[in-house]
């Protein structure tokens, strides 16, 4: 404290603070050129980052902003947290000292991340940000309401923290996090396991079927018909949003049996990554019962009933139909809410499948267009379905029989299924070949052994036709005779009782 004899005069306390204010503004100059000089010579994105690279080093966070992505949303699985954790195990770079090793029962190979306070450096479009997983763990109470008894257990909480300038904010918020979104999709998509599963059994198994577009035993044009239905579908999702309608598509396959139905479903799965849920209708207890199974099918599946037309017989909307003798409560009107009512829209990018041997035999109400969108007929083995079985299972795309057996193939009736099973007697090509030339030739001699049983047949109702018409003729002419010869008599009669 200055005593009033020591205190400074008002003229040296206002010539010191004009010094102060001179130097704070030479300062302040000279400051203003340097970073005029510095903005010149390095870019702002090199600024940004040294700053962002000083701020850790002295723990200054004031330019940096982090979003915090925890693993649950309320009770559910945070979507963004799964894409976070997929999108990081392909950022792994040599400079990380320790990773968690993990084998998802969903990917085929194996998943790795970081471990807690690790952190991994990322950019994108420019934008540093670092990447770091932490957990904490917290003691919580479980009560035994049986034995009204109290024990306690750890539960972690999993949490991914995304730090970067807040400059950026914007840019990370609409651009960076959607393309997680969507990159962490496509890893997930190239490295799935299809699921084949039966719809109330929740395990399911590893769908390892290897039927592709490329191995199916069908007509080019159609095949090319039928990816482009499907590349077409899974592209407009806005479409389906805009017009209003659910998300899905209905498919028939339709013809004999062995001419690749179930084939063409493996396909179509393997070709889209999708799914597939089996539904036997024999099995179900009620329409309610399907609702329940329907609701517990995932996004991007294949829902598939085969031989609908023999599964169960569905007589009308409001009769229930018959299962094995006992009615029960499944009726045509359910079956068609499954399809294209209001419960169809119970998830989204759904394709539903019919398979059946008899199109006739089904209700019309099935096949109208919103239900069964494409109606895909699966005809017997042609010649381009024999060249490609050729290709698969003999590793041949020519050869000098092939003239022949196209013939043979365009004179019977034979499936894919087959011609398949001939192609596996023998790994020889010539005598593969050859045994199927045979094949072909016993099928076109019991064809044309039927065909003259048939002829024959047709002959003999022919002929027993006529034999009754002559029969019949043979009767009528009798009855003519006796009529002529009865009024004959009477007129005889007649004239002599005359005469008398």
Not at 1 to 21: Q, R
Not at 181 to 200: D, F, P, T
Not at 292 to 300: G, M, P, Q
Not at 375 to 390: V, W
Request: with cysteine; glycine share 6%; hydrophobic share 35%.
């Amino acid at each position: 404290m200055y005593s009033l004899p020591s205190m400074p005069s008002t003229t040296s306390v206002l010539s010191t603070y004009t010094a102060f204010a001179a130097s704070a503004m030479l300062v302040r100059s000279v400051f203003n050129e340097v970073q005029a000089v510095i903005n010149q010579l390095i870019p702002q994105k090199l600024q940004e980052r040294i700053s962002s690279s000083l701020g850790r080093l002295f723990g200054d966070d004031s330019s940096r902003l982090t979003l915090i992505v925890n693993e649950y949303n309320g009770f559910s699985i945070n979507e963004m947290y799964e894409a976070s954790e997929v999108y990081l195990s392909t950022r792994v770079t040599r400079s990380i000292g320790q990773l968690k090793v993990f084998k998802d029962p969903g990917n085929k190979g194996l998943s790795v991340t970081i471990n807690k306070g690790q952190q991994i450096i990322d950019t994108f479009e420019g934008i540093e940000l670092a990447w770091e997983f932490a957990s904490t763990e917290t003691q919580q109470t479980v009560v035994d309401v049986e034995t009204w008894s109290q024990s306690s257990e750890k539960t972690e909480h999993k949490t991914i923290l995304l730090s970067f300038h807040k400059n950026h904010n914007e840019k990370v918020l609409n651009t960076f996090l959607p393309y997680v979104l969507e990159r962490s999709k496509a890893i997930k998509n190239e490295n799935r396991v299809l699921k084949l599963q039966a719809l109330g059994n929740y395990q399911g198994v590893s769908l390892s079927h290897p039927s592709t577009f490329d191995t199916l035993a069908m007509d080019p044009v159609l095949k090319k018909e039928i990816m482009d239905d499907l590349d077409r579908f899974v592209k407009r999702k806005d479409f389906y949003l805009r017009v209003g309608k659910p998300w899905k598509r209905g498919y028939l396959l339709y013809g004999p049996p062995g001419t690749g139905k179930s084939s063409l479903i493996a396909a179509m799965a393997n070709y889209l990554k999708f799914d597939i849920y089996d539904l036997e209708l024999a099995s179900l207890r009620g329409n309610s019962n399907l609702r329940s199974l329907l609701t517990s099918t995932t996004n991007r599946s294949i829902i598939v009933i085969e031989d609908i037309d023999c599964s169960i017989e569905l007589q009308d909307r409001q009769h229930g139909a018959y299962i094995q003798g006992e009615s029960q409560q499944l009726t045509l009107s359910g079956l068609l809410n499954f399809v294209d009512g209001l419960w169809s829209s119970c998830g989204d990018e759904r394709i539903i499948v019919f398979t059946t041997n008899y199109k006739d035999k089904l209700d019309p109400a099935l096949l109208r267009p919103g239900r069964m969108d494409m109606h895909i007929h699966m005809s017997y083995c042609t010649p381009c379905g024999f060249k490609i079985l050729a290709s698969n299972y003999l590793n041949v795309k020519n050869h000098s029989l092939f003239s022949q057996i196209e013939e043979l193939i365009m004179e019977v009736e034979v499936t894919p299924a087959e011609v398949a099973e001939e192609l596996m007697k023998n790994e020889d090509v010539d005598t593969a070949l050859t045994g199927i030339i045979g094949f072909l030739e016993r099928k076109k001699g019991m064809k044309r052994k039927q065909s003259g049983v048939e002829e024959q047949k047709v002959g003999d109702e022919n002929q027993e036709e006529n034999d009754k018409k002559n029969e019949s003729q043979e009767m009528e002419e009798k009855c003519e005779k006796r009529k002529v010869k009865r009024n004959k008599r009477k007129m005889a009669r007649r004239a002599k009782g005359r005469k008398q």
